[in-house]
């Protein structure tokens, strides 16, 4: 689809992950419960987030920017469902003219290509301190298709990612003028979607490499 | 946040049913966890224990006869509580109760028991909302009771409930208010005025109370006063409220308090007026200050902490918990209302050391301080309502706040660019006042109004995001960006890396970085400083890993131990270390290769150190490395290699990683890991691959065995038949080791297969045979080698 692939530390300075992002002194998600600092600066990147504001401070010429960044994240958690280690693709495309229609054109394309050719999604309004307008995109259920079942808990619905237009605070601060340029940006997390995919129960297995486990992923 | 739709119902008509509501509220952005009846409990109906006696086979339960209407039931009822002429709860045969329990007619111990008579645990009431007796016993209903009536209803609790998952940024939803807002604007309705009406007389309360406001952490401070306060239980309907909403009634007077902040989202403080010395100061807390709150807990203040107090003494922690002994009890008379706002950091930090509550919650996610002054003149409202206080005169105030709409102009234009939407300007205009919003409009530019309770709305593109979550995201179709492509520019090598080690055979790991820190020296004789968490999860991760070799010798031991002998893994991925006040981490490979490995169809190998190696060799030559790296024994080796099969390996005459063997004192299997720094290694450049003549002559192969003491190196070995061999010998590879019987004790036996050839011409066994000669001449007196005969 046109994407340059970026990477990006991830031992991350708290303004790259953070401030850039419009997530200032004060906001919850920057607390050490949630985070492993190293120093008050250093700390191991919580999002590949923090790629968005490096690619564009870096793109001195303000070229349109389509960037597609994997790569590991780190958070203070762990249980079934999260990892304290964890693998996320952050999406970005920035120029004039960018709209929300072309965010969820652009996602629908990748559920069909990454998720199944019938799935659907769904767009539902939320809050990220980077994106505004945000939105989290639900996938109709890997199982059931959106009939409901145990998996999607009846609703037929599960989600999938964070998105939304880029706000124009870090436009701003990643040196975009936001009267000239828009973008929009989308974060999933990548081992949720192949436990969905692959129907994996605990996220732990992925991490415990088990031979027997690695060698049915040959494909 | 849990919406009781009964609650909501007073600010907002909601004529649809909860699934539907708890659906559409999703669809503007307010997730649910869950939605449905707040007693899930069918065929439940008020009864009247007519007798009660002791079952004869029996030391606890009672044979009952209990009216319920339209009949009279036998039901047996082991509760110790159960009495004759008592009002109780009957589930019928076939009510269905939460938890999946159904009740059908039975025998219980030869007694005809056909239904059930409930406790509250029973219908699903959680045993915080119980009183004592209700907790050990049936639940007893006032004998005013009807007869046969739902049992459900006749308790209040026929109400429904929405539990949501709210976005930290819409604090405004913390309330019945706001909810009743968004509720109409999904639905167009409009939301009902709020009752502050109440009478105040007596002296103005300015006359005797007095306000010291002496941090900026403090932005509005109201205080009124509530004199002769009746305390007794609450009405059912402001319990129930509290109980749907999840907060435990206690009296009427601080269910007032609670109730006021569940409807206007505005914490209230009530203090007991006749315990303060007639003020009030707000200050930073001092150091090491001591403060008993009101769960008896002595707490030790710190300067980051904002207190309340009276002059004398810290008598509440802001926005978090109230002194002990200033609270309202069962004799308080005279009650001063507090409504303020306070910074919600600082509380936030405050309350993660104390306790989370539902006050402190709504501090962090900041409020309107229009709400502030009216959740005062609420709370006497409902003071003078149901507890029959006389409210003084007057309030006192202090007020750093602005409480005026919040003026935003946008475009048409840009909210139709923005969501690459076809929305029309009266859809925009009639989108905003259903929010509550007043506009103006000039052409394609509307002017909005924003109240101070959306906190969240500052910019015109929270005004764009209101009318896309309104007008409903997915009524916009998708399209694709149109934006010139530019050339990628990720190093297409590890794409390549990646896929040639899957395609040798061996399967990708991926590993957590974090170590003990005691393991991040293992495997390599590096300098450097270890990268340490300030705050670990716990000490087995406490240090981000410098070597992946450590990780993938885990993996391979949480295999081994599981029985999988045959394991080769290779993981691409950083080490991270530090220099003086630099932070640094390289990008690096990893390989582990032990017991079988697959080395084509029908073919299996025990793995070696020359297996590991054509695979690194194979892997680098991939990659254009070919002729310019060796392999050499290390000058300075870990203690975790064994030292006769470890190799560093050289690129260009630099060292970018490591092959060898796990030292058998940490390992007996044999394990054989290999680690490149690609940082390193793909800086180096390579040559341009370039066609080189075919000899047109056929090349010829000789094998020779050389016999030599087992600690030579076969790499030095290799070395030196290149150096006698010269131009015409251009292939060395070698094809098998061996020790053992019919080979002295303390020497091996290496074999190398060489090819000679030339371009100019074809070779024969003439020109050969000298420069074998000269090969085992030369490893003779460099080595001490016999031809293995």
């Known amino acids: 689809m046109g994407y340059t692939v970026e990477s990006g530390p991830e031992l991350e300075t708290d303004r790259f992950c953070f401030e850039l992002l419009n997530l200032p002194q004060g906001h919850p998600a920057r607390d050490m419960q949630d985070s492993f600092y190293i120093t008050d600066e250093y700390l191991l990147r919580t999002q590949t987030s923090a790629v968005q504001a490096r690619t564009m401070l870096a793109n001195e010429e303000k070229t349109p920017i389509r960037m597609i960044c994997p790569g590991k994240t780190y958070r203070r958690e762990d249980d079934a469902t999260h990892s304290h280690q964890f693998t996320q693709a952050e999406g970005l495309v920035i120029d004039k003219n960018i709209s929300l229609a072309d965010l969820k054109g652009t996602l629908e394309i990748f559920a069909k290509k990454i998720i199944g050719e019938n799935s659907k ?70 081992e949720r979607i192949a436990m969905f995919k692959y129907g994996i129960p605990d996220m732990r297995y992925l991490y415990a490499n088990d031979v027997r486990f690695l060698s049915q992923f040959d494909r | 946040m849990k919406l009781s739709k009964n609650f909501v119902k007073d600010y907002v008509d909601v004529d649809v049913d909860i699934k539907t509501l708890a659906e559409d509220m999703t669809n503007v ?73 159904k009740i059908k007619k039975g025998q219980i111990r030869g007694q005809e028991s056909n239904g059930m008579i409930c406790s509250l645990s029973e219908i699903g009431i959680e045993s915080k909302f119980q009183s004592e007796e209700d907790k050990t016993g049936i639940h007893v209903l006032p004998s005013d009771a009807k007869l046969g009536e739902d049992a459900v209803k006749a308790m209040g609790l026929d109400d ?13 939803l913390l309330s019945i208010l706001g909810m009743a807002y968004e509720i109409g604007a999904i639905y167009d309705k409009k939301v009902k005025d709020i009752d502050l009406s109440h009478k105040e007389n007596g002296e103005d309360i300015n006359k005797t109370f007095s306000l010291d406001i002496n941090t900026d952490n403090c932005k509005l401070f109201l205080a009124k006063r509530a004199l002769n306060v009746e305390i007794k239980e609450s009405p059912d309907f402001i319990k129930n409220r509290l109980l749907a909403s999840g907060i435990r009634p206690i009296n009427n007077v601080v269910d007032i308090s609670n109730y006021v902040m569940l409807e206007t989202g505005q914490p209230l403080h009530f203090y007991d007026a006749d315990r303060l010395k007639g003020k009030i100061e707000v200050r930073m807390a001092k150091e090491n200050e001591k403060l008993t709150t009101l769960d008896g807990i002595e707490r030790n203040l710190s300067k980051d902490d904002i207190v309340i107090s009276d002059g004398t003494r810290p008598i509440g922690l802001a926005g978090v918990m109230g002194g002990l002994d200033t609270e309202i009890e069962a004799t308080t008379k005279n009650v001063i209302i507090e409504a303020a706002i306070f910074d919600g950091v600082k509380v936030r930090l405050t309350s993660k050391k104390i306790v989370r509550s539902e006050a402190s919650n709504r501090f962090e996610k900041g409020l309107d301080p229009n709400r502030t002054y009216m959740a005062a003149e609420r709370a006497c409202t409902l003071l003078e309502k149901y507890a029959n206080a006389e409210i003084s005169k007057g309030t006192v105030i202090y007020d750093k706040t602005e409480k005026e709409d919040k003026e935003i102009d946008v475009t048409l234009e840009n909210i139709n660019s923005l969501l690459g939407s076809n929305i029309k300007l009266e859809e925009a205009v009639d989108i905003f006042e259903r929010l509550g919003f007043k506009t103006k ?45 530019v050339p990628g520019n990720y190093d297409r090598n590890i794409r390549n890396i990646r896929n040639k080690m899957i395609a040798l055979g061996l399967n990708e790991t991926l590993s957590y970085i974090l170590l003990n820190d005691k393991e991040v020296n293992n495997f390599t004789t590096d300098k450097f400083e270890p990268v340490k968490l300030l705050d670990p999860m716990s000490e087995d991760r406490n240090t981000a890993r410098y070597t992946m070799i450590t990780s993938l010798f885990k993996i391979y031991e949480y295999n081994a131990d599981r029985g999988n002998k045959d394991v ?167 094809f098998d080791v061996y020790e053992g019987k019919g080979i002295e004790k303390g020497k091996r036996s290496i074999a190398f297969s060489l090819t000679f050839s030339n371009s100019d011409k074809t070779l024969t066994d003439e020109e050969i045979n000298p420069i074998l000669e000269k090969i085992v001449d030369m490893t003779e007196k460099e080595f001490k080698a016999e031809l293995r005969k």
């Open chain 1, 121 to 190: 999604l769904r767009f539902r309004p939320s809050y990220f301190p980077f994106t505004e307008p945000s939105y989290e995109v639900d996938v109709s259920c890997f199982k059931c298709g959106g009939k409901g079942c145990n998996l999607c808990k009846q609703t037929g619905w599960i989600e999938v990612l964070g998105s939304g237009m880029v706000h124009p605070n870090v436009l701003r601060m990643c040196g975009y003028d936001p009267d000239k340029y828009t973008g929009f940006a989308f974060g999933l997390g990548l």
């Open chain 2, 441 to 485: 409009s000039r052409g394609n530019l509307i002017k909005v109004k924003v109240p101070r309770r959306r906190l969240d709305i500052d910019i015109k593109e929270d005004l764009i995001e209101e009318v896309g979550r309104i007008y409903g995201v997915n009524n916009i179709e998708g399209k694709l960006p149109v934006v010139p492509t």
């Open chain 2, 160 to 172: 429904e409930i929405i539990d949501f998952d709210l976005t930290a940024n819409r604090g405004d």
């Open chain 2, 29 to 101: 952005g307010n997730e649910y966890d869950e939605a449905g009846k707040l007693v899930d409990a069918t065929k439940l109906v008020v009864g009247e224990v007519l007798t009660c006696d002791m079952h004869p086979d029996s030391d606890h339960l009672h044979v009952c006869k209990v009216d319920v209407g339209k009949e009279v039931l036998n039901i047996v009822c082991g509760a110790p509580n159960v009495a004759k002429g008592q009002k109780v709860i009957v589930a019928l045969d076939g009510a269905e109760l939460p938890g999946g329990v």
């Open chain 2, 568 to 734: 080769s893994i290779f993981e691409i991925g950083k080490g991270f270390y530090k220099h003086g006040e630099e932070y640094g981490e390289d990008l690096k490979l990893c390989v582990l290769m032990s017991g079988e490995f697959y080395t084509g169809i029908n073919s299996k190998k025990e793995v070696d150190f020359y297996i590991i190696k054509g695979i690194i060799e194979e892997l680098l030559d991939s990659l254009g490395y070919e002729n310019r790296y060796s392999f050499v024994v290390p000058k300075e080796m870990s203690k975790d290699f064994h030292p006769g099969q470890t190799a560093d390996i050289i690129v260009n005459g630099k060292k970018v990683g490591i092959i060898g063997l796990v030292h058998p004192e940490i390992s007996e299997n044999k394990v054989f890991v290999s680690e490149i720094n690609l940082s390193n290694l793909l800086e180096i450049k390579t040559g341009k691959m370039k066609y080189k003549e075919i000899s047109k002559f056929p090349s010829i192969k000789k094998d020779i065995a050389l016999v030599v003491d087992k600690n030579i190196e076969s790499l030095e070995i290799a070395k030196v038949i290149k150096k006698a061999g010269g131009s015409n010998l251009s292939n060395i590879e070698i």
